[in-house]
């Protein structure tokens, strides 16, 4: 994922926390909010566990949505891992990411 669609600073997170509209996966949370930009956050707790555990899921969640960036539309997304992340095979990771972004509508029409 290139650096310019990061999702950096902790209030732009807060922002899409408090007015974000979500839904729920078993591997993640997507958080979104329209804005005249892309970009994209990821949060993992430590809860998930070391700093291995928690880096794993951030590379799955970044892999997952990169082949989705060119079809997104404009706003502020935020991607929060589950426990569930590291157990599942990548394969059902972008098979939730696909699902989440085309539930809530996410992806630009194609003509």
């Known amino acids: 994922m290139k650096r310019i669609y990061s999702l950096k600073k902790h209030s732009a997170f807060g922002y899409v926390y408090h007015k974000g509209k ?3 996966c078993k591997e993640f ?18 809860k998930l566990g070391n700093a291995v ?11 997952a949505v990169r082949p989705y960036i060119p079809q997104l539309k404009c706003g502020y997304y935020v991607f929060i891992a589950k426990d569930a992340i590291n157990d599942c095979p990548f394969s059902d ?3 939730s990411m ?3 972004l085309r539930r809530q509508n996410l992806l630009k029409e194609e003509n």
């Open 22 to 24: 979500g839904i729920s």
């Open 29 to 46: 949370r997507l958080l979104f909010v329209r804005q005249g930009k892309l970009k994209i956050g990821f949060s993992v707790s430590k």
């Open 53 to 63: 555990h928690r880096n794993h899921a951030k590379r799955y969640l970044r892999e």
């Open 93 to 95: 990771v972008q098979a």
């Open 98 to 100: 696909l699902y989440a």
